[in-house]
């Protein structure tokens, strides 16, 4: 069940919005207004969550606030991973918070936190376990990233092997589990109060170990996403149908972000549109397609 909406994903970070073609972010702020009103419009009872902030940055919270975006959100999400690519220390967390939270007025989420495995696994339990005693009391909701490692064919999405070196190579052991399915020590200490932050890819081959393994592990809270840029694919339907139906048992976080290269103002994913309202009418066909139907199933279930 749907139960929240995440408006993009990273918005502060090059490699998700180029805000070298939006540097006020003026476009980013209408595109968002207009999504969060068309959808609080559809589904009053969703909570909506501005994409999670990278870095964590205040002074970026307050230009978006200065904009009045945050009046038609009810949360603001951060991701953090200061044991690999922040530059401030992992006791820091309930600072960050509390300067977001100060700035903002609004509940902050942690959607995404998370440790590779790239040096040693003894890193990853001792994040994962200083992750739990730091933020579960701290924050209403806290998404581990990730399950499992990325495969080592597959690209890490937006990043880049060129600029980024040795960090780029990260990104592919930040799971529980590694690519061949044997589970790393820190899957042994997973705290199912806390959720998971999983992408599934377009047409990800790994969909159904993925559910069977949150179920497993007692997730309740999934975060993941709807890629817009995957929307406009010729079989894009059948392909989300089923896997909105694979996860219909657990609360999800849905992210909304990509542009399609069709709809960029350059051919590119992190591209800002060329119209932003055409996010506002893609965020109202999920909403249309996979909240309002199931709203109604429960609103029958009640008045039976």
């Known amino acids: 069940m749907i139960s929240s909406i995440m408006f993009w994903n990273e918005p502060n970070n090059l490699s998700h919005w180029d805000f070298t073609m939006d540097p006020q972010w003026s476009v980013f702020t209408e595109m968002t207004q207009a999504a969060a009103r068309t959808v609080r419009s559809l589904c009053p009872d969703l909570r909506l969550v501005l994409g999670g902030i990278s ?35 992992i006791d820091e967390w309930p600072q960050r918070i509390a300067e977001i939270e100060a ?51 597959w690209e890490a999405t937006t990043r880049h092997k060129e600029s980024e070196g040795s960090a ?51 997730v309740k809270h999934l975060r993941t996403g709807i890629s817009w840029a995957d929307w406009h694919r010729p079989t894009a339907l059948a392909w989300f149908d089923r896997q909105m139906a694979a996860l219909q048992d657990f609360d999800l976080l849905i992210t909304l972000c990509f542009t399609p290269p069709s709809r960029g103002i350059r051919p590119c994913h992190t ?13 109202a066909q999920v909403v249309e397609r996979y909240v309002l ?11 039976a």
């Open 55 to 89: 870095p964590i940055d205040p002074v970026f919270i307050t230009l978006l606030d200065d904009y009045r975006l945050l009046d038609n959100l009810d949360v603001v999400a951060v991701h953090g991973f200061p044991l690999d690519w922040n530059h401030w220390k």
């Open 103 to 153: 700035v903002s007025g609004l509940p902050v989420w942690v959607t995404e936190v998370g440790v590779s495995t790239f040096g040693a696994d003894e890193v990853q339990v001792f994040g994962l376990q200083r992750t739990a005693e730091l933020l579960l009391d701290r924050v209403e909701r806290v998404y581990w990233y990730s399950l499992l490692d990325l495969p080592p064919e």
């Open 168 to 218: 780029y190579y990260r990104h592919f052991y930040m799971g529980l589990i590694r690519a061949d399915n044997t589970p790393k020590p820190a899957l042994a200490h997973f705290d199912p109060r806390m959720g998971v932050c999983q992408w599934l890819h377009y047409q990800d081959h790994r969909m159904d170990t993925i559910v069977e393994t949150l179920r497993r592990m007692k």
């Open 271 to 283: 591209s800002p549109p060329a119209n932003p309202e055409e996010f506002a009418s893609f965020a």
């Open 293 to 303: 139907p199931s709203a109604g199933s429960r609103r029958r279930i009640r008045s």
